[in-house]
T-cell receptor, first 114, second 115 residues
Framework: AGVTQSPTHLIKTRGQQVTLSCSPI?????VSWYQQTPGQGLQFLFE???????NKGNFPGRFSGRQFSNSRSEMNVSTLELGDSALYLC??????????????FGEGSRLTVL | AQSVAQPEDQVNVAEGNPLTVKCTYS??????LFWYVQYPNRGLQFLLK??????LVKGSYGFEAEFNKSQTSFHLKKPSALVSDSALYFC?????????????FGTGTRLLVSP
């Protein structure tokens, strides 16, 4: 099975919060999150490896994430703004040290903020 | 800081003709380079990567890419385009010798193959 994300679509209103889930490919220990919008393209949010955040993009603190011992990951966006409307993509990889392989992406969670 | 430029928002080509989607990059040190494709309302699918070695890299669905260090380019090519190749293509870069998996993506190029 590939990378699984849920929910696939959701609609929220400004000020609410949202939690998105990602299950990586079995055996993959790294999970990364990206935001995709028409205006900004694909922007890196953060990367988790063995339950530790080891890299973070340039997003406000309203964006947070975590990774569980089974490598599943969640990201949370609090106090939603209209500009948070986007496709949120999760990617996994085996990822350790000098791993040179590609990332495997899920189908994404499309968030609409009204 | 690393960056990727895809100078064309859209590339139009007739089915059966060769296609090229351009990508240039900027990174400190040697790069890992990737191409991904995205179909409507879907995630990104990996096409090919350059790590080291032969400058011509072959990937999925008949695509290939040529790494040119002097021009810092990694153009995606296919000898004969198919209508089904119509999609959004992203070039991405990651510096070598880092454990981080962060990719920096270009803005994407929409490929439209006409019958």
């Amino acid at each position: 099975a590939g990378v699984t994300q849920s929910p696939t679509h959701l609609i929220k209103t400004r000020g609410q919060q949202v939690t998105l889930s990602c299950s990586p490919i079995s055996g993959h220990r790294s999970v990364s999150w990206y935001q995709q919008t028409p205006g900004q393209g694909l922007q890196f949010l953060f990367e988790y490896f063995s339950e530790t955040q080891r890299n973070k993009g340039n997003f406000p603190g309203r964006f947070s994430g975590r990774q569980f011992s089974n490598s599943r990951s969640e990201m949370n966006v609090s106090t939603l703004e209209l500009g948070d409307s986007a496709l949120y993509l999760c990617a996994s990889s085996y990822a350790s040290g000098g791993y040179t392989g590609e990332l495997f992406f899920g189908e994404g969670s499309r968030l609409t903020v009204l | 800081a690393q960056s990727v430029a895809q100078p064309e928002d859209q590339v139009n080509v007739a089915e059966g003709n060769p296609l090229t989607v351009k990508c240039t990059y900027s990174v400190s040190g040697n790069p890992y380079l990737f191409w991904y494709v995205q179909y409507p309302n879907r995630g990104l699918q990996f096409l090919l990567k350059y790590i080291t070695g032969d400058n011509l890299v072959k990937g999925s669905y008949g695509f290939e890419a040529e790494f040119n260090k002097s021009q810092t380019s990694f153009h995606l090519k296919k000898p004969s385009a198919l209508v089904s190749d119509s999609a959004l293509y992203f070039c991405a870069v990651r510096p070598m010798n880092t454990g981080f998996q962060k990719l920096v993506f270009g803005t994407g190029t929409r490929l439209l193959v006409s019958p």
